[in-house]
C-alpha cells in the first residue's frame, strides 16, 4: 500500500467528517460526508478490498445518502430553523473532551509497535473469496445479519404504517 | 465440501437452542402475516410456546454430559446454556406482561412479540460467541429491536422521544464499542476471543489492547445504564411501554453481563489495575448517583429506571468482588449469575404490576397515580411491596440472598470499604422503594377511579410466577448458586 | 484492453521504444478520448433520432432544415446553446450549483469505463464490473439531487426529490435481476457474463431459462426508470415541472444535463444487452469477415474482429435504444404513486420469486433440460417476432398504409 495514496485519502476522510460537523448547512453537511465516503472507499482499494469499496459507494454513498439528501429536502429548514442557541460551556466542554480524546488517542497510537500483517494471498478481496469465507466460516454471521436487516425491515413498517384505529 | 457439511450440521445441532428461537420468530411473523381475520392471540402463544422449547432445549443441553465441541463463531457451553435460560425467562415473562398491557391498552400488534424473540436471538449472539463480530452483530440485533419497540406506542410523545433518545444514544455506544473491537483487531490481527488471550501478554499489556478494552467497557456500560452514561435511562424507561422497560432493564443487562463475563474474564483483561480502577470508580459512582437520584423522582417508572441503573452497579461490583488482591479467582462469577437472576424476578414482577396500571387510556405510574390502591387492590399493592422489599434486599426474599453473595464474596476477597458502601446504599434504597408501598397504603386516593381496574390473566400468571420464585429463591437460594457455581467462569 | 494493446506494441516498433507504462497510458487516454467523442455524437444523433421517430409517431415531419434531412439540427442546437448566457441564480446555492454538473459527468463516463464494446476493447474490465456500473450510477443520483436542490427552485426541488425516490427505489429490483444473472453466469466481471452466453440467440440469458426471461422485464423497466425515461420520467416531467432538476440550469451546464441523459439511454441499451442479449458475441462471423477480406496479420486480424463484435454489440444495443425511444412517445407517464407502486408491489416481488426460484432451478433441473428449454424459448420468442411482423403487415394491410422503408423520407 503507497503511503502516499493513504495518507492523502485518511486526510480527505477526516477532514471531510470535520467539515461536515462543522456545517452549518446539512446539505453541504452531507455532501461532505459524501466526499469522506469516496475517500473511504479509495482506502478499501489500497487495502484491495475492491469489492468492498464498490459496496462502500453503493450503499453509502449511493443509497443512504440518497435518503439523507431526501429527508433534509423534505425538511427543507429555512436558515432561521438552523440557528441553535448558543451554549458556550456545552461548546467548551464538547472541545476540552473531544481535544482530550484525540490527544489520548494520538498518545496511546504513538506508543504501539508496529504490527506485521501477512501479505494478502492471491485472490484476496475478490468476490470469490468473500463468497466462500461468508459462506462457510462465517456462515452464521451471514444468516443473524439476515435476522439482524429483517428487524430493521419489520421496525421500519412497524413505526412507518398507519393506524388502523383513529 | 465433506468438511463443511458436518460444519453446518455441527452448527445446527449445537445451536439448537438459537435455531428453535429463530424458527419461533419467523413463524410468528409469518402467522402474523398469513392468518385470516387480525387475531394476535395465536401468535403470541405461539411466542410463547417457541420460548418454553428453548427453554427444555437449553435443560436437555445442559443435561447432556458432553456439549458439542465448541464452534468458533457459537460457544455452547453452561455460561451460554445459563444465560441463555435466564434471556428466554425474561422474554417469557415480557411476553405475559405485554399481553396484559396491551389488552388494557387496546393496542395488540403481533410484530411485538417477534421482535421480543429477535432481540432475545440477538442477545445470545451477544454473549454466546466466541468471535467479537458476531457479538457485535447480536448487540445490534438486541438493540435495533429494542429501538423500535420503546417507539413502539406511537401515538405516545414520551415513547417517540425516547425511541429517539435511546437510538442516537444507542448508536453511539455501538460505534464505540465498535472501534474498541477494531482496535483489538489492528494490535492482534484476530477477533476470536480464545485467540486474543492467547495473544494479549499476560503482565503489562500493551497501549492499544488497553484503550480497546476501555472503548468496549464504554460500550457495555452504555447499554448497562452504570454512570457516568445513565442519563438517557430515565428518560427511556419512562417512555417506553411498561413490559418493554422491564424488558429493557433486565434482558439488556443480562445480556451484556453474559457477554462481559466472556471477554473480561475469559481473556483476563480485568487483572490490569487501570481498568479494576476504572471499575471501582464506575461501581462507587453508581452506587451513590443512582441511589440518591432515586430518592427525588416523583414516577414509579423512572424511580425503577435509577433503581436499575444501581442494580447495574451491584452486578458490577459482583464482578469486582471476584478479585483477591488484584488476580481474578476462577469461578466466582457465580454470585453475579445468581444476583441477575432475582433481579431478572423482581423487576419483571414490579413491571407486571405497573403495566396494568392505566388511566383515561394511558399509563399512569406517577406516585399520586398510587394513592389508595392499597384499599382497592389490597393482594396487588402487597405484591408490589413484596418485589420492593425484594430490591430492597430483605432477608426471606431473593433480593437478600443475592446482595448477601455478593457482598460476602467482596468481604472474603477484602473489598471491605465498598463492601460498606454496598451495605449503607442498601439501607438509603429502602427510602425511596417503600415510598410505593406507603403511597399505596396510608394515602387516601383523591376520588375517581382506582388506577388498576381490571388483572387480565396473562399478567397474573406473571406477577404469581415472580412472587413465588422470589420467595422460593429467598429461602432456598442455595440450589440455585450450585447451579451457578457450575456454569461460572 | 492490455492484450489489444500488448499486440500494438509487439507490432509496432517505434512503442517498443518507450517504457510500458507510458504507451499503457497513451492507449488508455486514446481510448477514453474515442468514448467521449463517441457520447457526444450519440447524444447528438440520439437527439436527433428521437426527434425524427417522435415526428413520425406523431404524424409530423420533425427537424429537417438544418443540413440534409435536418441532420446537422443537433449541432446546430449545441451552437446556439454555447453562446447563451451561463446563468446562475442569486438565490442559488452557488457552490452545489457550480458542483451538480460536474457530479453528473463523472458519473456517467465513470459508467463506460466498465463497458465492453467487444471482446477487447474495454477500458477496465473489472473484477465487480457489473457491480461497478451500479455504484457509480449513484453518482448521477447525487448530482441531480444537488442541481435540484441547489436551484432554489420548487420544480427543481421537487424534480429532484422525485428523482432521489425513484432511484433508489428502481434500484432494488434492478440489482435484484442483475444478482440473478451473476448467479447464472457464475461472474460478476462483465466480460465474464458476456463470456458466458454465445452469439446464437439459444445462447442468450433471455432465453436460457423463463426466469431470466421474466427478469428482463424489471430490469428493463428499472433501468428505464433509473435513466428518468418515459414512462417514468417524473423528475422532468414538463407538463408539471417545467423541466424538473435542471430548470435553471442554462448555457454549458445544461448541456452536461443534456448529454448525461443521452449517454443513459446509451447505458440503458448497453446493460441489457451485455446482460441478457449475448454482448458481443458474434460467433464465427470475425473468422468468415477476416476469411472475406483475406487479412492474414495478427494485427489486422484482431482489429477486424474486434470491429465485428463492436458493430455486433451497437447493433444489439442501439436496437433496444430504438425500443426505448418509442416507448417514450407511445405510453403515457405514470404517476407518482403508480410509480412506486410498480416498483414495490410488482417489479420487487417479481424479482425475489426469480431470484429464488432460478437458484432452486439451478440446483435441481439438469444441463440437458435446460438446454432444451432454451431452445423452446427461443422457438417461442421467434414466434413472438413472427406474430408481431404479421400484426404490423396485418394493420399496414386494414389502414392501406404505406410501408416507407427509407427512415429519412
Known amino acids: 500500500m503507497n503511503p502516499y495514496f493513504f495518507y492523502a485519502f485518511a486526510t480527505i476522510t477526516v477532514l471531510m467528517v470535520v467539515l461536515m460537523i462543522l456545517q452549518k448547512n446539512p446539505i453541504t453537511g452531507a455532501m461532505c460526508l459524501i466526499v469522506s465516503f469516496f475517500s473511504l472507499a479509495g482506502l478499501y482499494v489500497l487495502l484491495e478490498a475492491h469489492f468492498i469499496a464498490v459496496l462502500q459507494i453503493l450503499v453509502y454513498a449511493g443509497a443512504i445518502m440518497v435518503l439523507f439528501i431526501f429527508v433534509i429536502m423534505f425538511l427543507n429548514l429555512k436558515k432561521e430553523d438552523l440557528k441553535t442557541g448558543r451554549r458556550p460551556f456545552y461548546q467548551f466542554a464538547a472541545l476540552i473532551a473531544s481535544g482530550a480524546l484525540v490527544t489520548f488517542l494520538v498518545v496511546q497510537y504513538t506508543k504501539i509497535p508496529p504490527v506485521s500483517f501477512p501479505e494478502s494471498v492471491a485472490g484476496f478481496g475478490t468476490v470469490e473469496a468473500i463468497g466462500s469465507l461468508m459462506f462457510s466460516k462465517y456462515v452464521i454471521a451471514f444468516e443473524v445479519i439476515g435476522l439482524l436487516l429483517l428487524v430493521g425491515i419489520i421496525g421500519a413498517v412497524l413505526l412507518g404504517k398507519k393506524e388502523n384505529h383513529d | 465440501m465433506e468438511t463443511n457439511i458436518q460444519n453446518l450440521l455441527n452448527i445446527l445441532v449445537g445451536g439448537i437452542t438459537i435455531w428453535i428461537l429463530c424458527a419461533g420468530a419467523l413463524l410468528c411473523l409469518l402467522i402474523d402475516a398469513l392468518w385470516p381475520r387480525k387475531m394476535s392471540v395465536p401468535v403470541y402463544t405461539i411466542g410463547i410456546l417457541t420460548l418454553i422449547v428453548t427453554l427444555c432445549s437449553a435443560w436437555y443441553q445442559w443435561l447432556q454430559p458432553d456439549l458439542p465441541a465448541a464452534q468458533d463463531l457459537l460457544v455452547i457451553d453452561l455460561h451460554t446454556l445459563f444465560f441463555i435460560t435466564l434471556v428466554v425467562l425474561v422474554g417469557i415473562l415480557t411476553i405475559l406482561n405485554a399481553l396484559g398491557y396491551m389488552q388494557l391498552h387496546n393496542d395488540l400488534t403481533a410484530e411485538f412479540c417477534s421482535l421480543i424473540i429477535f432481540s432475545i436471538i440477538g442477545m445470545v449472539f451477544f454473549f454466546s460467541s466466541d468471535h467479537l463480530l458476531i457479538n457485535f452483530i447480536g448487540l445490534e440485533t438486541m438493540s435495533l429491536s429494542i429501538y423500535v419497540l420503546v417507539g413502539s406506542h406511537k401515538k405516545n410523545f414520551k415513547s417517540n422521544e425516547a425511541a429517539i433518545k435511546y437510538f442516537i444514544i444507542g448508536g453511539v455506544a455501538s460505534a464505540i464499542f465498535l472501534y474498541g473491537v477494531a482496535m483489538f483487531y489492528g494490535a492482534y490481527g484476530t477477533l476470536k476471543i480464545s485467540e486474543l488471550a492467547m495473544a494479549l501478554p499476560t503482565q503489562g499489556l500493551d497501549y492499544l489492547p488497553k484503550t480497546a478494552v476501555a472503548f468496549i467497557l464504554t460500550g457495555i456500560f452504555f447499554k448497562l445504564a452504570v454512570v457516568p452514561f445513565h442519563f438517557w435511562a430515565p428518560d427511556v424507561y419512562e417512555g417506553a411501554p411498561s413490559p418493554v422497560t422491564g424488558f429493557m432493564a433486565t434482558g439488556v443487562k443480562i445480556a451484556s453481563f453474559g457477554f462481559a463475563i466472556r471477554i473480561f474474564i475469559g481473556i483476563n483483561v480485568l487483572d490490569m489495575p487501570q481498568i479494576q480502577n476504572l471499575l471501582v470508580v464506575v461501581v462507587v459512582a453508581t452506587f451513590i448517583v443512582g441511589n440518591l437520584l432515586a430518592i427525588v423522582q416523583d414516577d414509579v417508572k423512572r424511580m425503577l429506571a435509577y433503581s436499575s441503573v444501581s442494580h447495574a452497579g451491584f452486578v458490577l461490583f459482583g464482578m469486582l468482588a471476584g478479585f483477591r488482591e488484584g488476580r481474578y479467582e476462577p469461578f466466582s462469577s457465580h454470585t453475579v449469575m445468581f444476583y441477575l437472576l432475582g433481579y431478572l424476578l423482581m423487576t419483571l414482577g414490579a413491571f407486571a404490576i405497573l403495566s396494568l396500571m392505566i388511566r383515561k387510556r394511558s399509563e399512569a405510574t406517577h406516585y399520586t397515580d398510587l394513592e389508595g390502591l392499597g384499599h382497592s387492590k389490597p393482594l396487588l399493592a402487597g405484591l408490589f411491596t413484596l418485589f420492593m422489599f425484594s430490591m430492597v434486599g430483605m432477608p426471606g426474599t431473593v433480593g437478600f440472598a443475592a446482595k448477601y453473595s455478593v457482598i460476602s464474596l467482596a468481604v472474603q476477597n477484602g473489598h471491605i470499604g465498598l463492601a460498606i458502601l454496598a451495605v449503607v446504599m442498601s439501607i438509603v434504597s429502602a427510602f425511596y422503594y417503600l415510598r410505593p408501598s406507603v403511597t399505596m397504603f396510608f394515602k387516601k386516593g383523591a376520588g375517581g377511579c382506582p388506577v388498576i381496574q381490571e388483572i387480565p390473566f396473562t399478567s397474573s400468571a406473571s406477577i404469581t410466577f415472580c412472587a413465588f420464585t422470589v420467595i422460593y429463591l429467598g429461602l432456598n437460594p442455595d440450589a440455585f448458586i450450585k447451579l451457578a457455581k457450575i456454569a461460572a467462569f | ?350 424479482a425475489f420469486f426469480n431470484l429464488v426460484v432460478m437458484g432452486i432451478w439451478m440446483v435441481v433441473v439438469p444441463e440437458y433440460v435446460t438446454d432444451i428449454v432454451a431452445l423452446c424459448m427461443t422457438a417461442c420468442g421467434v414466434l413472438l417476432l413472427g406474430y408481431f411482423f404479421y400484426r404490423v403487415a396485418w394493420q399496414l394491410k386494414n389502414t392501406k398504409a404505406r410501408l416507407r422503408f427509407n427512415p429519412l423520407s
Open chain 3, 1 to 350: 484492453m492490455q492484450p489489444f494493446i500488448d499486440q500494438i506494441i509487439s507490432e509496432c516498433e517505434i512503442l517498443q521504444g518507450l517504457p510500458l507504462w507510458f504507451s499503457y497510458l497513451i492507449f488508455q487516454l486514446i481510448f477514453c478520448g474515442i468514448i467521449f467523442v463517441f457520447v457526444a455524437v450519440f447524444a447528438m444523433l440520439a437527439g436527433y433520432a428521437e426527434r425524427r421517430v417522435a415526428g413520425r409517431i406523431q404524424s409530423r415531419i420533425g427537424p429537417n432544415r438544418v443540413g440534409p434531412q435536418g441532420i446537422l439540427q443537433s449541432l446546430a442546437d449545441g451552437i446556439k446553446v454555447f453562446l447563451k448566457e451561463d446563468i446562475i441564480p442569486t438565490h442559488a446555492d452557488h457552490i452545489l450549483f457550480r458542483l451538480a454538473p460536474y457530479f453528473i459527468f463523472i458519473g456517467m463516463f465513470l459508467s463506460f469505463v466498465a463497458i465492453p464494446f467487444s471482446s477487447q476493447w474495454v477500458i477496465a474490465d473489472l473484477d465487480i464490473g457489473i457491480f461497478y456500473l451500479l455504484a457509480v450510477e449513484s453518482l448521477v443520483v447525487i448530482g441531480i439531487v444537488m442541481s435540484g436542490w441547489a436551484s432554489n427552485n420548487k420544480w427543481s426541488l421537487l424534480g429532484g426529490m422525485r428523482s432521489a425516490a425513484q432511484i433508489v427505489s428502481y434500484e432494488v429490483p434492478v440489482a435484484l435481476t442483475i444478482l440473478l444473472v451473476v448467479m447464472y453466469s457464475g461472474t460478476m466481471s462483465i466480460q465474464g457474463i458476456i463470456m458466458a452466453q454465445g452469439a446464437a440467440p439459444w445462447n442468450w440469458n433471455i432465453f436460457q431459462t423463463p426466469f431470466l426471461f421474466v427478469a428482463f422485464f424489471p430490469l428493463f423497466m428499472g433501468s428505464l426508470a433509473e435513466g428518468n425515461r418515459m414512462p417514468f420520467d417524473m423528475p422532468e416531467a414538463e407538463s408539471e415541472l417545467v423541466s424538473g432538476y435542471n430548470t435553471e440550469y442554462s448555457g454549458f451546464r445544461f448541456v452536461i444535463f443534456f448529454f448525461a441523459e443521452f449517454s443513459n439511454l446509451y447505458l440503458i441499451g448497453a446493460l441489457a444487452t451485455v446482460l441478457f442479449f449475448g454482448g458481443w458475441q458474434a460467433g464465427p462471423l470475425p473468422d468468415f469477415v477476416n476469411g472475406l477480406l483475406g487479412i492474414e496479420t495478427p494485427l489486422s486480424a484482431a482489429i477486424v474482429k474486434n470491429l465485428v463484435e463492436l458493430c455486433v454489440f451497437m447493433f444489439k444495443s442501439l436496437c433496444l435504444v430504438f425500443i426505448v425511444i418509442q416507448l417514450r412517445w407511445t405510453l403515457p407517464r405514470v404517476r407518482v404513486d403508480q410509480l412506486m407502486n410498480i416498483c414495490w408491489k410488482y417489479l420487487v416481488p417479481v
